[in-house]
Antibody, heavy 120, light 107 residues
């Protein structure tokens, strides 16, 4: 059974940094693309970043230059390094497994979510 | 970026009803369209992909159709566990965007 468990969320001041982690199990992690999707009450669901099985990375315009997605296949763990955080980055961040190894953008399993709050 | 617009934003229905939710893309996306179901406090769940392919384990009362710019999700006979919020999402290319959601509640 596929499990995705996010950690690392919390309260951070504007301009600060945070790193989210997502521990994966129940599938061959290195063979699949992985993504981060966030959700806010006001803006709904927003795709953030994707990393392919080959480690190619893609980021949305709203986080480009500030967020970095990465993976450690030896640990079956996905990361999201978030720098220069803004109030509008406040959201629940979901780790999501893509259905394929390539850049398909189709999310067949999701974690339970990690809340990030950016506030002074 | 491709914009996804769902209608209606909310919908009240009864158990046993047939309901249809629409999703329109701002430009053609062929059949690169997925539908998700989300219940309060839970992560989204993939229901349908490639516009009409049912994800494994999803009941057959759910169906999807459409291509190009117009898509629909139909629930043939609502069950109590189907009351939730539904989102469409295109996956033709990044950035992947979602519709604003359709909240389905009990009449």
């Amino acid at each position: 059974e596929v499990h995705l468990l996010e950690s690392g969320g919390g309260l951070v001041q504007p301009g600060g940094s945070l790193r989210l982690s997502c521990a994966a199990s129940g599938f061959t992690f290195r063979s699949f693309a992985m993504s981060w999707v966030r959700q806010t009450p006001g803006k709904g669901l927003e795709w953030v970043s994707t990393i392919s099985s080959g480690a190619s990375t893609y980021h949305g315009d709203s986080v480009k230059g500030r967020f970095t997605i990465s993976r450690d296949n030896s640990k079956s763990t996905l990361y999201l390094q978030m720098n220069s955080l803004r109030a509008e980055d406040t959201a629940v961040y979901y780790c999501a497994k893509d259905k394929s190894g390539g850049l398909e953008g189709l999310f067949d399993y999701w974690g339970q979510g990690s809340l990030v709050t950016v506030s002074s | 970026d491709i914009q996804m617009t769902q209608s209606p934003s909310s919908l009240s229905a009864s158990v046993g009803d047939r309901v249809t939710i629409s999703c329109r893309a701002s430009q053609g996306i062929s059949s690169y369209l997925a539908w998700y179901q989300q219940k309060p406090g839970k992560a989204p769940k993939l229901l349908i992909y490639a516009a009409s392919t049912l994800q494994s384990g999803v009941p057959s009362r759910f169906s999807g159709s459409g291509s190009g710019t117009y898509f629909t999700l139909t629930i043939s006979s609502l069950q109590p566990e189907d009351f939730a919020t539904y989102y469409c999402q295109h996956c033709i290319s990044a950035p992947y965007t979602f519709g604003q959601g359709t909240k389905l509640d009990i009449k």
